[in-house]
């Protein structure tokens, strides 16, 4: 037995696969203990009258009878129209061996940063095992009005990824805006080689580590193994192992705006994978990334590339020189130095806001560098901080 979708599935290469497709999970608006909440749905549905305001839980779920053969009758019955499912499980929750958390963003009400969000994501490894080669890496489905008009790239020199369309979008028009995010924070490892010096002892430099690879992906091809989606990681073409064929780790990284460069071509439905790392993930370590997240909207496709880099690349919270760590409005001062090497070394919070931490210029903060940097200004006769831009 099958739905209307009926027929053979994709899943294999011959003509034995019948499936049942647009399977919906819904929970039900009564989920008081016991079963009076699930009979009562099942009474309706059976009877017609169910009007679907339940919680949807999950969606378009296909079921296939592998190789169950090509015509009636098959070897395994499938769900017909109208089956109800009651799922049950008597297995108890055990804390996962890792935990993830992103933090809810703040409000902001007006200005540049109205077009924009920041989200932070951490991940723990609770577990004994340590594991090597790891990745943090975000897959969006921007849908830029018409999905099937869309192009993405990525600028590598600062951490940029975006979906742009390629002309005129049949919802937006002419004025069609550009999305896309930038990397802010990125997994930290040991810089090999950059060593400091505080206090006759040796310590090691750690640096942020930025955007490894991008991919483009033609939806609704994502991938679709595990194999597959690191090979993506590493900056690897899935299909063959090897690298990409314009010699990168990026798919599209040329400029839009200036067209040079690699740019993505014949426009479709468009989805990214872009991947920071890769780091070795010991037992009890804790990593993180920061995004920013924006839109930009011009006259046209191409210019809402250009107020998207804007977006992204605004920071309103450093004033005047770099320095002021702590945010008190004192530039690079012993609490500036002490907030450093609390955070750095102590477990303290984080400067409040990343560009005044980046007192050597560049593009990383709160590092040995930094370190050094403030000590030299203050007690060794050293530059002061740049400006902030």
């Known amino acids: 037995?099958?739905?209307?979708?009926?027929?053979?599935?994709?899943?294999?290469?011959?003509?034995?696969?019948?499936?049942t497709d647009w399977i919906y999970w819904l929970y039900p608006v009564d989920s008081t203990p016991g079963d009076v909440g699930y009979q009562t749905?099942?009474?309706?549905?059976?009877a017609g009258t169910y009007d679907f305001g339940d919680e949807e839980t999950m969606a378009r779920t296909v079921l296939i009878n592998w190789n169950g053969g090509a015509a009636p009758p098959f070897n395994q019955s499938l769900p017909e129209p109208g089956t109800i499912f009651r799922l049950r499980t008597p297995k108890q929750l055990t804390p996962d061996t890792f935990t993830f958390t992103a933090a809810v963003p703040p409000t902001i009400t007006a200005g540049a940063e109205d077009l924009s969000i920041y989200s932070k994501y951490r991940i723990i490894n609770k577990s004994s095992n340590s594991y090597e080669?790891?990745?943090?890496?975000?897959?969006?489905?921007?849908?830029?009005?018409?999905?099937?008009?869309?192009?993405?790239?990525?600028?590598?020199?600062?951490?940029?990824?975006?979906?742009?369309?390629d002309g005129t979008d049949s919802e937006y028009g002419t004025r069609v805006p550009a999305f896309g995010g930038k990397l802010l924070e990125g997994p930290i490892v040991a810089s090999v080689g950059d060593i400091a010096y505080i206090n006759?002892?040796?310590?090691?430099?750690?640096?942020?580590?930025?955007?490894?690879?991008?991919?483009?992906?033609?939806?609704?091809?994502?991938?679709?193994?595990?194999?597959?989606?690191?090979?993506?990681m590493n900056g690897l073409d899935?299909?063959?192992?090897?690298?990409?064929?314009?010699?990168?780790?990026?798919?599209?990284?040329?400029?839009?705006?200036?067209?040079?460069?690699?740019?993505?071509?014949?426009?479709?439905?468009?989805?990214m994978l872009v991947s920071f790392g890769p780091f070795d993930f010991a037992p009890n370590d804790t990593q993180q990334i920061i995004i920013k997240l924006g839109v930009g909207q011009g006259d046209d496709a191409i210019s809402s590339v250009t107020k998207l880099r804007e977006v992204l690349n605004f920071d309103?919270?450093?004033?005047?020189?770099?320095?002021?760590?702590?945010?008190?409005?004192?530039?690079?001062?012993?609490?500036?130095?002490?907030?450093?090497v609390?955070?750095?070394?102590?477990?303290?919070?984080?400067?409040?806001?990343?560009?005044?931490a980046d007192l050597n210029f560049d593009g990383q903060f709160a590092t040995i560098l930094d370190l050094t940097f403030?000590?030299?200004?203050?007690?060794?006769?050293?530059?002061?901080?740049?400006?902030?831009?």
Not at 342 to 356: N, W
Request: glycine share 14%.
């Open 316 to 340: 309103p919270c450093c004033i005047g020189i770099r320095g002021d760590i702590d945010g008190d409005g004192d530039d690079n001062s012993v609490i500036d130095l002490n907030y450093l």
């Open 238 to 271: 899935a299909y063959s192992g090897g690298p990409l064929e314009n010699g990168t780790r990026y798919s599209a990284p040329g400029d839009p705006v200036a067209g040079t460069g690699d740019l993505d071509t014949h426009s479709s439905n468009r989805s």
């Open 200 to 232: 006759g002892q040796a310590i090691p430099d750690f640096k942020n580590l930025g955007m490894y690879s991008f991919f483009r992906l033609f939806n609704p091809a994502s991938p679709i193994s595990p194999r597959w989606t690191y090979q993506f």
């Open 133 to 165: 080669g790891c990745f943090i890496s975000l897959w969006l489905d921007p849908d830029l009005g018409n999905a099937g008009d869309d192009f993405v790239g990525c600028d590598t020199l600062n951490d940029i990824f975006f979906c742009y369309n």
């Open 342 to 356: 609390d955070y750095m070394f102590r477990g303290g919070p984080a400067p409040l806001c990343r560009v005044e």
């Open 374 to 389: 403030i000590i030299d200004d203050l007690y060794r006769g050293g530059p002061s901080p740049g400006g902030c831009y």
């Open 1 to 19: 037995m099958f739905g209307p979708a009926g027929g053979d599935h994709s899943a294999s290469g011959g003509d034995n696969d019948p499936f």
């Open 41 to 46: 749905r099942a009474a309706e549905i059976l």
